[in-house]
């Protein structure tokens, strides 16, 4: 299992999951794996691997945030 840094890149502090509730801890890890994912794609050489991985990992937490609010609209 990959680190959280390895989704949302050197400037997420994971830390801060201590004061955050769910919602704004999911909406923070996606916030910045997004940043993350841009920043894969637009380096040489390419991750592919990474780029998948960081897109399922985002895909999840959207997932996660849907169950929570009850609908599939973007909350952010």
């Known amino acids: 299992m990959k680190s959280i840094i390895y989704y949302c890149g050197e400037a997420f502090d994971p830390s801060c999951g201590l004061e ?16 993350t ?16 991985r960081i897109a399922e990992a985002i895909e999840d937490w959207q997932t996660q945030l849907f169950e929570i609010y009850g609908s599939s609209e973007e909350v952010w």
Do not use: I, M, Y
């Not at 955050?20 to 940043?35: F, G, P």
């Open 20 to 35: 955050l509730t769910a919602v704004q801890w999911l909406s923070r890890k996606l916030l910045h794996a997004k940043e």
């Open 37 to 52: 994912k841009l920043k894969v794609d637009n380096t040489v050489p390419f991750d592919p691997l990474r780029s998948n």
